[in-house]
């Protein structure tokens, strides 16, 4: 009787994969994230120009090319945002090998372009910078060997995860690149905290960094007046932040108008880092609120989405991947605003970069992929809770 | 800790006695466990994502509500500062020997504007687009009257042009001092003082730093407030300077050279009194590095302190100084000259031969290779390698310059094989700059004493250590001398002035570093005057010279850097207060009147 059920005849799987894909999607998501995209567009009509300009480069030559890797961003976002969790495990954790190893060349084979780290590879139409595809890769890894942890009997995943953590921040950081690897260390503890991580060890460990904190301020002259200069209320006028201050001042609450910013003009990274300072200058307040709430959309319903998610592996790697993407737009414009000392990071889908515009849209469908609505036993959950022992 | 046992043993008792199999009960049981592990987990995960979503609410928030404070409060504008005067002249002036201005302030306005202030933001526009006209007015109208506060119009603004925006009348356009560097010399030691940029700028003062040279090694001395604006006095003179480098440009046309360098040096205190390097530039305006070719045919390369070639036969006369000092020769040793010498697979052969043999005198007098070789091979490597260092041409020069630190002069770094120390003898296998070489032969013949280069005006003459003995600089000396009298630098000859020095001829080695060119030369005339008791040393470098009066091209010193050092001496000489020694022209031509 049961080979007759199980294997005998095999079923067309119920309806096709368009139709249950944008079922099961989460709109609001994928939504937000064009909406991104668009702004970002409109942004680098403005905020580009400049830097063609002085490279000598038709004026809207990084517009276009915002175009053309954004247009193969999102096709990745969705074709990624397709696949089945199991075909993106796999596929991450290979990535993450390939990914892995030409992080380890990249000091042998890779260009500086003359800034003083090496971080990118240099294909001549193009560059490409690893560690922007490392942090999905990275993030699916470690949910992977997380909930492997948890199983009955399952190996000493979170030791493994925290080792690769370990290496591959150093990697970033003999690059060096301190914010890639603050963002994968950020992104490993997020998923420990949610994997279970003692209370008693994270009290401990806020503790610590308080301790080691005031300790640096108390004894590091050099730490102290990098802390003072950002609680400093006057910021000095002549420096970046104090140019992306002004702007956001300028542009008040309806912008000063479309291409009548300044501050494009005078910040060397008006078109990456202080994208949002453009923003602000000739949009206003509005569009500034606009960013900030798409990308509380999407982080936020992610969030709640994967709140009901049982499959821990699932859970994970949704969450890791849903606070880089958050973090780092936090950082973006927390470093506008000043509530964050200066560090650059490109705020996602928004800045320009061809790498990490890609990388985002792999992250994003990958967190799409995580997010899409899948049956999670709840009838069962309420038999299983009167089962006898 | 309450543990589950996996086997409930009660149900697989049962099982057994039934006749089942035990084991689908046993899956049943993990799977259930598994089922419960994984609710646990979630109902702890859902808690501490809900954390992690307040702690993102909080943070987007937080950014929210700063974007929202700063959006409502008005933009720091750039205040009237109470009196702006007290930023002007803080960088010192630069002069020659003599106090003559060679680099200044000079203070000019930044024009911006406060279109809030303004009366009539369009006619002020329009104005101001009449009197620059690189100026769009439809972009200045649109400023002006979009609601901003603070306006930029231009960095640098003339007397004349400021004159003309005060005459708008509107309170909305203001100006800020502007402190520029000013070379009112133009291109003239241009080498030497480098330049200066605006370094960090504001609205009422910007800060002017050295970029290169002078301006840039002195930089804090010449920002250092507490010297009061005292003036940085250099070691140059500027009508030599303007001299030299008028002669040497004229030379550089008429010998075909696509470069040359010149430094006219105090024999006895190193004080460099002018130094010159063709092509030049103009550092009020002064042009951006390179970023394609070669760095060293930019005109912002100065060949006298960073160009490190190989100098030729100037150097014969260390080796034979050398010689002379330890007692191993005198002027009238015969040296066994027959070309080609050969030494293992090398040989060694003269520009012509000089016969089976020469004197120590005429060695350096026809320049022979062969000869220098041989005596070279009496001193050896250990003493040589020494020699050259007590004489300063194997370590960068301590000349107050911001490019001099980071040249340094090539030789073998790891042995001195006996075909280096023949070669080096006269002059290849080895490099320095001019400056280097200059200040070798101020060594030499100043009566022995070690010279270090200096750009800096010096009240006190520095007497160096001892290098050689008064003798053999006497000895070297007359050689020298014999060299214009009667050797190959015979063009160099000034009447009156008892030039003495030796020429250099060195083929360019080729880029990749593998051989030499065959037609491309580097020549050198390393002189000194007047030749009993020297005052000053002159170095003459020409870059790919061709002398093409004669029937063949002719590339040695002798017709190409001679004569150009011999102008140059018959220019400087005078304005140096070198007195020539005349001739007397015969018993009857000066009749003395005496009552």
């Known amino acids: 009787m049961t080979e007759m059920v199980h294997g005998g005849v095999r079923v067309l799987g119920g309806d096709p994969v368009i139709p249950r894909w944008w079922r099961t999607i989460d709109r609001w998501t994928m939504t937000a994230v064009f909406a991104l995209f668009g702004v970002g567009l409109l942004l680098a009509l403005a905020a580009s120009v400049p830097l063609a300009e002085r490279n000598g480069l038709a004026s809207f030559y990084y517009v276009e090319r915002q175009l053309a890797f954004g247009g193969a961003a999102l096709a990745v976002m969705v074709l990624t945002s397709m696949l089945s969790p199991d075909v993106v495990r796999r596929l991450a954790v290979l990535a993450f090998a390939a990914v892995f190893v030409s992080l380890v060349l990249l000091p042998f084979l890779g260009t500086d372009f003359g800034k003083g780290a090496t971080r990118w590879y240099s294909f001549g139409f193009a560059s490409v910078q690893p560690s922007e595809f490392l942090k999905p890769a990275f993030v699916v890894l470690c949910a992977w060997l997380m909930a492997a942890a948890q199983e009955i009997n399952g190996p000493p995943g979170r030791l493994f995860s925290f080792v690769v953590a370990v290496i591959v921040a150093g990697l970033l950081a003999i690059q060096p690149d301190f914010g890639q690897a603050a963002l994968i260390l950020f992104a490993w503890g997020v998923m420990y905290f949610v994997a279970g991580a003692p209370m008693l060890l994270l009290i401990g460990l806020g503790g610590a960094a308080a301790g080691v904190g005031a300790l640096a301020y108390g004894a590091s002259e050099h730490f102290a007046r990098r802390i003072d200069g950002f609680l400093a209320p006057e910021v000095d006028p002549r420096t970046q932040l104090g140019f992306a201050t002004n702007a956001i001042q300028e542009g008040g609450f309806f912008g000063v108008g479309v291409g009548e910013g300044q501050v494009k003009w005078s910040l060397p990274d008006a078109h990456t880092d202080f994208i949002i300072a453009v923003a602000a200058e000739e949009y206003g307040l509005v569009l500034v609120l606009f960013i900030i709430g798409l990308f509380a959309t999407v982080v936020l319903r992610s969030l709640a989405r994967l709140m009901r998610e049982r499959d821990p592996f699932i859970r994970l790697a949704g969450t890791g991947l849903v606070c880089v993407f958050g973090v780092q737009a936090v950082i973006n414009m927390g470093v506008a605003v000043r509530l964050l000392p200066a560090k650059g990071m490109t705020l996602p889908f928004v800045s320009y970069g061809g790498s990490s515009l890609i990388a985002g849209g792999i992250l994003v469908g990958m967190l799409l992929a995580f997010t899409r609505t899948r049956p999670q036993g709840r009838i069962a959950d309420v038999f299983g809770r009167g089962r006898g022992r | ?595």
């Open chain 2, 1 to 595: 800790m309450i543990r589950t046992p996996l086997r409930p043993l009660a149900r697989i008792l049962a099982a057994r006695a039934k006749g089942e199999n035990p084991d689908a009960i046993e899956r049943e049981n993990i799977r259930l466990r598994h089922e419960e592990l994984r609710d646990r987990a979630r109902a702890r995960a859902e808690g501490r994502l809900f954390v992690l979503a307040l702690f993102f609410l909080c943070a987007f928030g937080t950014v929210g509500i700063r974007m929202g404070v700063l959006a409502a409060t008005d933009p720091a504008e750039p205040r009237s500062a109470g009196s702006g005067a007290q930023i002007l002249a803080n960088r010192a002036d630069i002069t020659d020997r003599n106090g003559q201005l060679l680099a200044t302030n000079l203070v000019t306005w930044s024009l911006y504007a406060q279109p809030r202030q303004m009366i009539d933001p369009e006619g002020s526009a329009r104005a101001l687009a009449s009197i620059f006209p690189d100026l769009d007015r439809d972009r200045l109208i649109r400023q002006f009257t979009g609601g901003r506060t603070f306006v930029w119009i231009k960095r640098r603004i003339s007397p004349e042009q400021r004159q003309a925006v005060h005459d708008i009348g509107d309170p909305g356009l203001l100006f800020g001092p502007r402190e520029m560097r000013l070379y009112p010399n133009g291109a003239l030691a241009a080498h030497v003082l480098g330049g200066a940029a605006f370094g960090r700028e504001g609205v009422h003062s910007a800060e002017v730093i050295g970029t290169a040279g002078v301006e840039k090694t002195f930089d804090e001395r010449l920002r250092d407030p507490a010297n009061q604006g005292r003036p940085l006095v250099l070691s140059l003179d500027l009508s030599v300077q303007a001299a030299v480098e008028q002669v040497l440009e004229a030379g550089m046309a008429l010998m075909n050279a696509k470069g040359a360098a010149a430094v006219v040096m105090d024999a006895r205190t190193g004080e460099v009194v002018a130094m010159a390097s063709l092509p030049d530039f103009d550092p009020n305006d002064r042009p951006a590095p390179p970023t394609s070719g070669d760095a060293s045919d930019n005109p912002l390369f100065n060949r006298a302190v960073q160009g490190v070639y190989e100098l030729g036969s100037t150097y014969k006369i260390f080796t034979v100084a050398q010689a002379l000092d330890l007692g191993l020769v005198t002027p009238e040793t015969r040296i066994d000259t027959r070309s080609p010498m050969t030494h293992g697979r090398h040989r060694i052969r003269d520009f012509r031969n000089y016969g089976p043999e020469l004197s120590v005198t005429d060695v350096i007098v026809k320049s022979s290779n062969v000869g220098t070789a041989r005596i070279a091979l009496m001193i050896g490597a250990e003493r040589q390698k020494a020699f050259l260092a007590r004489l300063g041409l194997l370590a960068p020069t301590a000349i107050e310059m911001a490019e001099a630190p980071g040249v340094q002069p090539l030789f073998p770094q790891k042995n001195w094989p006996e075909i280096s120390v023949m070669t080096i003898s006269y002059g290849h296998g080895t490099s320095a700059s001019p400056l280097h070489l200059a200040a070798a032969y101020a060594t030499l013949v100043n009566g022995g004493y070690k010279v270090t280069p200096t750009i800096l005006h010096r009240d006190i003459p520095l007497r160096g250590e001892r290098v050689i003995s008064e003798q053999t600089s006497a000895i070297v000396r007359s050689m020298l001398r014999e060299t214009v009298a009667r050797g190959t630098a015979t063009l160099a000859d000034v009447p009156g002035y008892s030039v003495g020095g030796k020429t250099g001829t060195a083929d360019k080695p080729l880029r990749d570093g593998r051989g030499y060119h065959s037609d491309k030369v580097i020549t050198t005339f390393a002189g000194m005057f007047p030749s009993d008791n020297p005052a000053y040393v002159i170095v003459v470098s020409l870059d790919e010279p061709v002398e093409t009066s004669g029937p063949e091209p002719r590339r040695t010193a002798g017709w190409t850097a001679v004569p150009v050092a011999a102008e140059i001496i018959r220019r400087i000489a005078p304005i140096l207060g070198v007195r020539p020694a005349i001739a007397t022209a015969g018993e009857d031509g000066v009749t003395l009147a005496r009552n």
